[in-house]
């Protein structure tokens, strides 16, 4: 019974990111980031499970990255295409081809992450969470702040495709991004995770809540100034 529980938890993942796709389908870009938020946690505590319960399976490995697939590759995308909508409501098949890049990359960054084995503590290309947080942190950015940079961002035709192609080609590029998880709280062999909690509590500090629009940028930043480490 126990082996069945991660699997299980990967498919709420799957309903979450099901469930924002239709929302934001529907214009309702903001809940579609919150069950974002949802699937990513899911997406947690599925890995979290299977090592707590050791119920480890090949079925559960294909099954977490299809779901990721939907979560962080397609939702992440129908958000960008609704806002490309609400700024150029003309918007027609050229920019749903070009948005389609998003899970298109998705998809093949997780097939290619499937077969390295050597991506543990560092990844090879920006993680399909990560390129989920990027988008729904300009929704709550833009619902929660007044900053200007953030609504222009989510209203110019432009920035939205550039954002949409940065951030695709970011997940199958070949540049190092340190892994999130953390073993131990030591600085040593986490100092770049620690200079990345320190500027975002410097950006927040300074922005505010529109500093969450900056989240993977900071991230990124640190991860190519660990190497000076």
Known sequence: ???????????LNVVSGFTAIILASHG???MAAWFITAAMIFDFLDGFSARLLNAYSDVGKELDSLADIVSFGVAPAVILYRLMIN???SAGLPIILILSVMPVCAALRLAIFNLDTSQTTYFKGLATPAN????????????????????FLINSPVAIIIITITLSLLMVSRLELFSLKVSSLRL?????????LVLLIIVFAITGIAGA?????????????????
């Open 132 to 151: 989920a947080i990027a988008v729904i942190a300009m929704v709550f950015a833009s619902h929660f702040s007044d900053s200007e940079i953030i609504a």
């Open 1 to 11: 019974m126990k082996k069945h529980i991660p699997n299980f938890i990967t498919s």
């Open 188 to 196: 040593k062999g986490n100092e770049s995770r620690y200079l990345m």
């Open 213 to 229: 629009a900056l989240i993977i940028p900071v991230y990124i930043i640190a991860s190519l100034t660990s190497r000076w480490f």
């Open 28 to 30: 309702d870009i903001l």
């Open 87 to 89: 700024a150029c409501p």
